[in-house]
């Protein structure tokens, strides 16, 4: 069974940083793309970045770029996303999700809440 | 960057009810790779469907999805008590940023 376990939210203040972690269990990690995925307090869907299998490829939506880094430990079936300067328009729940086959999002982690506040 | 547009906002059906969802994309989709997430309140959200028109691993049959190119379509063929919830189309054919739909809401009339 696949189990996304998620670590590191919290309260930063604007221009803080933040790093979140996730840790997979249940399939082989090195072989999936990974997905971070956000969601603002009582709005949409939004998605953050994504990694390939082998870390060799990072994609990140433009509202982010510059200021959150994708990365991943196959060694140790983790992900993480790298957040600095936040702003308060970070704030969100944040997902960490396994990539399917042809990359539908098929497994979210908890979600954990990121509040940029000061 | 495709933009999504869900309708309608809001849903409102008895138990027992079809559902009909629709995803209008802003250009077509590479290769239908569009799916679709349930999301109940507090939860993560689920993957329903893939490639436009695959069912998950134990999504029950009553979730069918279908379209190709701009226009896709989410139907639940009678509505359960548990279908109820918050319902997203996401498009990840082209090389990202992908994009999620601003949701569809199924609620209880």
């Known amino acids: 069974e696949v189990h996304l376990v998620q670590s590191g939210g919290g309260l930063v203040q604007p221009g803080g940083s933040l790093r979140l972690s996730c840790v997979a269990s249940g399939f082989t990690f090195s072989s999936y793309w990974m997905s971070w995925v956000r969601q603002a307090p009582g709005k949409g869907l939004e998605w953050v970045a994504n990694i390939k299998h082998d870390a060799s490829d990072q994609y990140y939506v433009d509202s982010v770029k510059g200021r959150f880094t994708i990365s991943r430990d196959n060694a140790k079936n983790s992900l993480f996303l790298q957040m600095t300067s936040l702003r308060a328009e970070d704030t969100a729940v944040y997902y960490c999700v396994k990539g399917g086959w042809i990359h539908e999002l098929d497994y979210w982690g908890q979600g954990n809440l990121v509040t940029v506040s000061s | 960057e495709i933009v999504l547009t869900q309708s309608p906002g809001t849903l409102s059906l008895s138990p027992g009810e079809r559902a009909t969802l629709s995803c209008r994309a802003s250009?077509?989709?590479?290769?239908?790779?569009l799916a679709w997430y349930q999301q109940k309140p507090g939860q993560a959200p689920r993957l329903l469907v893939y490639?436009?028109?695959s069912r998950a691993t134990g999504v029950p049959d009553r979730f069918s999805g279908s379209g190709s190119g701009t226009d896709f379509t989410l139907t639940i063929s009678g509505l359960e008590p548990e279908d109820f919830a918050v319902y997203y189309c996401q498009q990840y054919g082209s090389t990202p940023p992908w994009t999620f739909g601003q949701g569809t809401k199924v609620e209880i009339k």
């Open positions: 490639a436009a028109s």
């Open positions: 250009q077509s989709v590479t290769s239908n790779y």
